[in-house]
């Protein structure tokens, strides 16, 4: 059985463990643990040896959907292939962006993967709207530039024709 020490012995100093769910059944089982800094999938071995496959920085997450059978549930989640997700992710041509193959859990207990899927799907709605917001500020910082020029030159040409109309 899988202890939440188990899993923060493989933390970084300061981050902090949210939960974790692991498929059930026999021989090797995925763990997915959420902490404060990133998402980490761990593969549970004979003798409950533990080996981190994966972690992916909460910015990369793209999406989670649920799928739940009648005795337990399976999971998906989808990542950007870089942290620096917007800098490669152009939002008008999605196809362009790098994705990694995504994580897929299954025999998940049907109550601890709504819990988790809940958890994962306030990261996804939080992470959409900062890069949608570091979007705007990339597209204001890129022709602000222009448009703040422009506002000198006519400016200054208005100081122009006011100083000709005057003499």
């Given at each position: 059985m899988l202890s939440k020490k188990s899993i923060e012995k493989w933390l970084s100093k300061g981050e902090t463990l949210t939960c974790y769910i692991q498929e059930k059944g026999i021989g090797h089982?995925?763990?997915?643990?959420?902490?404060?800094?990133?998402?980490?999938?761990?593969?549970?071995?004979?003798?409950?040896r533990m080996k981190d496959r994966h972690d992916k920085q909460w910015r990369q997450l793209?999406?989670?959907?649920?799928?739940?059978g009648f005795f337990r549930s399976e999971m998906e989640i989808s990542f950007f292939s870089v942290p620096e997700s917007i800098?490669?992710?152009?939002?008008?041509?999605?196809?362009?962006?790098?994705?990694?193959?995504?994580?897929?859990?299954?025999?998940?207990?049907?109550?601890?993967a709504?819990?988790?899927y809940r958890e994962l799907k306030a990261k996804e709605n939080e992470w959409k709207e900062r890069r949608r917001l570091e979007q705007i500020e990339r597209e204001k910082a890129t022709h602000g530039t222009y448009l703040e020029l422009g506002?000198?030159?006519?400016?200054?040409?208005?100081?122009?024709?006011?100083?000709s109309n005057s003499g």
């Open positions: 089982k995925q763990i997915m643990a959420l902490t404060s800094d990133r998402i980490i999938l761990f593969e549970q071995r004979f003798g409950g793209i999406d989670v959907h649920l799928k739940e800098v490669y992710h152009d939002p008008r041509n999605p196809a362009q962006t790098p994705v990694d193959p995504p994580w897929r859990l299954k025999g998940l207990l049907k109550e601890e709504r819990r988790v506002r000198q030159r006519r400016k200054v040409e208005n100081k122009d024709r006011d100083n």
